[in-house]
């Protein structure tokens, strides 16, 4: 045997191992409904787009039900930029006005919705794009903040115009694809009472999904590799209450505290666990899903 054969048949033996460890993790997940929300790093980088594409195609290929709800802030910057609206930041949430809400829904619910479903399709899968307003999938009312003046300590209203929070998710139109060969694409989108139309935080969206589907796993890809403790380690695996104890102790911190939050009512509102994880490593929801020692922080019922 030559070495070149010789390294070929090494290559393919280890290609075998990996099948072998990840056979047992199909067969948990088959015909399970997996939420994903994508986002961040992972939606900017043309590369990682693609690789990602490719894993949801392949989660579909072995029986199991993935669901893409995705964000689109630095696009929706972009958009706004070039039609010189200027954008108005509180406490990190875009202030979204008449106009900005339907430019918003324009990029999230148009042209970068359908963007995510052709890199799907080009990667050998089955996508239609959605949005939360389609068969009344995600009812939303204004979100409401509170912020207390430091001088006179008094709590204000902040009004952030159209931006939304979810109040009631109907499946039905997500039931119609399951078991098919079509994967859902979400636009974080969302239908008020009076029929006004809101902008609502990507994870948030995904969450309240997750929760309604009673999803296997909500996977929250991020920038960052899930929880890490205070000697910077990542923590693989958390209760609810063990999740609400780092936060008391500052543990968990700024940006990863909306996302706990989500991952946790996602699992109070009927998901089976939540994860945290690096969306800007390749094939990060793989690892997580085939391996024995994932890849991201879980976030689990107590």
Same mark, same amino acid.
């Given at each position: 045997?030559t070495?070149?054969?010789?390294? =070929?048949?090494v290559?393919w *033996?280890?290609q075998a191992g990996?099948?072998? @460890?990840?056979?047992?993790?199909?067969? =948990?997940y088959? !015909?399970?409904t997996?939420?994903? /929300?994508?986002?961040g790093?992972?939606?900017?980088? !043309?590369?990682l787009a693609r690789?990602?594409a =490719?894993?949801?195609? *392949?989660? +579909? +290929?072995?029986?199991?039900?993935?669901?893409?709800?995705?964000?689109?802030?630095?696009?929706?910057?972009?958009?706004?930029?070039?039609?010189? /609206?200027?954008s108005?930041?509180i406490?990190?949430l875009?202030v979204?006005?008449?106009e900005?809400v339907?430019?918003?829904?324009?990029?999230?619910?148009?042209?970068?919705? $359908?963007?995510?479903?052709?890199?799907?399709q080009?990667?050998?899968?089955?996508?239609?794009?959605l949005?939360?307003?389609?068969?009344? &999938?995600?009812?939303?009312?204004?979100?409401?903040?509170? $912020?207390?003046d430091?001088?006179?300590?008094?709590? /204000?209203?902040?009004?952030?115009?159209?931006?939304?929070?979810?109040?009631?998710?109907?499946?039905?139109?997500?039931d119609?694809?399951?078991?098919?060969?079509i994967?859902p694409?979400?636009?974080?989108?969302?239908l008020?009472?009076?029929?006004?139309?809101?902008?609502i935080?990507?994870?948030?969206?995904a969450?309240a999904i997750?929760?309604?589907?009673g999803a296997?796993? *909500?996977?929250?890809?991020?920038?960052v590799?899930?929880?890490?403790?205070k000697?910077?380690e990542l923590i693989r695996d *958390?209760?609810?209450s +063990?999740a609400?104890? &780092?936060q /008391?102790?500052?543990?968990i911190s700024?940006?990863?505290?909306? $996302?706990? @939050?989500?991952?946790?009512?996602a699992?109070?509102?009927?998901?089976?666990?939540?994860?945290i994880?690096?969306?800007? +490593?390749?094939?990060?929801?793989?690892? @997580? %899903?085939?391996t024995?020692?994932?890849?991201?922080? %879980?976030?689990?019922p107590?």
């Amino acid at each position: 045997m030559t070495v070149d054969k010789a390294k =070929r048949r090494v290559e393919w *033996l280890a290609q075998a191992g990996i099948l072998t @460890e990840a056979l047992p993790y199909m067969r =948990r997940y088959n !015909d399970k409904t997996l939420i994903v /929300k994508y986002g961040g790093h992972a939606m900017g980088d !043309d590369n990682l787009a693609r690789l990602f594409a =490719r894993d949801v195609v *392949l989660m +579909q +290929q072995v029986g199991i039900n993935p669901i893409v709800v995705h964000g689109g802030g630095p696009q929706i910057g972009r958009m706004l930029e070039k039609m010189a /609206k200027k954008s108005v930041f509180i406490d990190g949430l875009r202030v979204t006005d008449k106009e900005t809400v339907e430019i918003v829904e324009m990029v999230l619910a148009g042209s970068l919705n $359908k963007q995510i479903v052709g890199t799907l399709q080009a990667e050998g899968g089955y996508a239609v794009g959605l949005c939360g307003k389609d068969g009344g &999938l995600i009812r939303a009312q204004k979100l409401r903040r509170t $912020k207390r003046d430091p001088e006179s300590n008094i709590e /204000k209203v902040l009004d952030l115009g159209f931006v939304g929070e979810p109040i009631g998710c109907d499946t039905t139109v997500l039931d119609c694809f399951r078991g098919t060969d079509i994967i859902p694409v979400v636009a974080p989108i969302g239908l008020g009472d009076d029929g006004e139309t809101y902008n609502i935080n990507a994870d948030t969206a995904a969450g309240a999904i997750a929760g309604a589907t009673g999803a296997q796993r *909500l996977m929250l890809l991020t920038d960052v590799p899930g929880v890490l403790d205070k000697n910077g380690e990542l923590i693989r695996d *958390l209760t609810v209450s +063990q999740a609400r104890d &780092l936060q /008391k102790d500052g543990t968990i911190s700024g940006g990863m505290i909306p $996302k706990i @939050e989500t991952c946790i009512q996602a699992v109070e509102q009927g998901a089976e666990a939540s994860v945290i994880l690096d969306g800007r +490593q390749a094939h990060a929801v793989l690892l @997580e %899903l085939f391996t024995e020692h994932g890849s991201g922080t %879980l976030i689990r019922p107590d």
